[in-house]
């Protein structure tokens, strides 16, 4: 039986659950809710953990309780909790520099300043771990100012983001189900290639 350990990002709390920087949690929510498996908090983990079977797999979904910034605390404690190799991880993220509905799969890279990737890089020592980014566009004002941008990835997703990024969710889950039955490089250009006007 292989496993896989999906851990998505975002902020722990109702005042936060619809966030685009919530973007990670509300996909492993969504993949959840599928088969039917609820989250329950694990302390040593620092997460609430969801876990659930596809054919020959053991899916074990994460949604960090450590704040965006902190992310890497949880990581590191579910590395250490299970003893895992790194290739067996795959980080979901959001990414205000890809434009919304975009995908990306990548096997490893910096952070792109977002806090969340760089408290994981730091806490594994290495950027060589699997994410998959999300694009939530950037602010539409001219002034790429720090405040502009906090105030778009801490706002709350509208209805016509939310229709896109159904879409894109189903996409994810959709290669993520076959992820051990397809070649990994299948998988990547099938989620790279994504277009959300022909889906």
């Not at 579910?78 to 290739?87: A, E, G, T």
């Not at 977002?114 to 002034?143: A, V």
């Not at 405040?147 to 879409?167: A, M, P, Q, R, W």
């Amino acid at each position: 039986m292989k496993e896989i350990y999906l851990i998505g990002l975002g902020n722990p709390g109702k005042k936060h659950f619809n966030n685009r920087h919530n973007i990670g949690f509300l996909l492993l929510e969504s993949f959840s809710k599928k088969y039917n498996s609820n989250f329950l908090l694990k302390d040593k983990l620092k997460s609430s953990c969801s876990e659930f079977q596809i054919n020959n797999s053991t899916f074990k979904l994460f949604l960090p309780n450590t704040y965006m910034n902190n992310s890497g605390d949880a990581v590191r404690a579910i590395v250490d909790w299970y003893k895992i190799n790194l290739d067996q991880i795959l980080i979901i993220v959001d990414d205000k520099d890809l434009p919304l509905g975009k995908i990306r799969f990548r096997r490893k890279g910096s952070s792109g300043g977002h806090n969340g990737l760089k408290s994981i890089i730091e806490q594994l020592q290495t950027n060589k771990f699997k994410r998959i980014r999300i694009g939530i566009g950037s602010p539409l004002t001219k002034e790429k100012n720090n405040f502009n941008t906090i105030s778009h990835v801490l706002g709350n997703i509208s209805l016509d983001e939310k229709s896109i990024l159904d879409k894109v969710y189903r996409r994810v889950i959709e290669s993520l189900e076959q992820i051990n039955t397809k070649k990994e490089e299948y998988i990547i250009n099938e989620l790279n290639s994504f277009d959300k006007e022909q889906s």
